[in-house]
């Protein structure tokens, strides 16, 4: 009878850090800690907007329609942020929203399970291209690449961040 209760207890205890070990990963592999409206990035110490700019936050989702803008458009949009989200949003830069790209994600290059809704398209930096200061850098979900050929007329989607 003990044998059989110490037995129960080497597999019960087997189960047990097995799923820790498997939840760990898939809460800790990307450093990121998803808190509703907002994600915590534990690498650069920031807190990201879980959906794009035009979508809502409901529960377990995005909801609703991305919205691409112009460069003009986007301190309205971070005002509006700050008001309703309270804090100090802004556009991130073109090292952080490059650290979201997903090189394994098939359809879209970001985790969809930690930023649901993301369109595969281009999404503005708060960076200036060095070499062609008329443009600006964006990081394409599509294709996990970073481009620095948009001018401020074109739009493009809008993921805003605030430091933690």
């Not at 399970?113 to 443009?135: H, L």
Request: some cysteine; glycine content about 4%.
């Amino acid at each position: 009878m003990l044998q059989l209760r110490l037995s129960f207890f080497k597999i019960y205890t087997i189960i047990i850090i097995l799923f820790i070990l498997v939840n760990f990963n898939k809460v800790w592999a990307n450093n990121f800690i998803s808190r509703g409206y907002y994600v915590i990035d534990l690498n650069f110490k920031l807190e990201w907007m879980t959906c794009t700019v035009g979508m809502v936050w409901d529960q377990k989702k995005c909801v609703g329609k991305p919205i691409k803008v112009k460069l003009d458009q986007i301190d309205t949009i971070i005002s509006q942020a700050n008001e309703q989200l309270e804090g100090s949003w802004r556009l991130p830069s073109r090292k952080e929203l490059e650290s979201l790209v997903c090189k394994n994600c098939k359809k879209v290059k970001i985790n969809s399970r930690i930023f649901p809704g993301t369109p595969p398209e281009s999404f503005w930096t708060s960076e200036k291209n060095p070499w062609q200061s008329q443009f600006m850098w964006t990081v394409n979900f599509y294709t996990g690449h970073t481009f620095g050929r948009f001018p401020g007329f074109i739009p493009n989607y809008v993921r805003l961040v605030r430091d933690r």
